[in-house]
């Protein structure tokens, strides 16, 4: 991150797992379960601001594991809602 993208209000992914101290994979799985609005300019982009909120409400005061188990079952009630219009569109 440059000192002239640190001044942006918008964070691309890779970004803004810096700034939330976390993984790629867990900011692109808040944002695909709505945990975490973006912008699409082409690129995804997450507005600071946001992310501040996303710290308070997921993650601070040891709220981590707390995400990583709505993620997780986020995830998989996903794949289970994919799984079975899989199968209701060949039945």
């Keep these: 991150m440059s000192?002239?993208?640190i001044d942006s209000p918008l964070y691309s992914v890779p970004d803004?797992?810096?700034y939330?101290?976390?993984d790629i994979r867990l900011v692109r799985s808040a944002i695909k379960l709505g945990y975490l609005p973006v912008f699409d300019f082409g690129s995804v982009k997450i507005?600071?601001?946001e992310m501040d909120?996303?710290?308070v409400?997921?993650?601070g005061a040891g709220k981590g594991s707390k995400l990583k188990r709505l993620i997780?079952?986020?995830e998989k009630a996903q794949k289970?809602?994919?799984d079975e219009g899989e199968r209701q569109i060949y039945v």
């Design 3 to 5: 000192s002239r993208e």
């Design 16 to 18: 803004a797992a810096k």
């Design 20 to 22: 939330l101290h976390t």
């Design 47 to 49: 507005y600071r601001p």
């Design 53 to 55: 909120k996303f710290i």
């Design 57 to 59: 409400k997921y993650m």
């Design 72 to 74: 997780d079952k986020g």
């Design 80 to 82: 289970t809602q994919l």
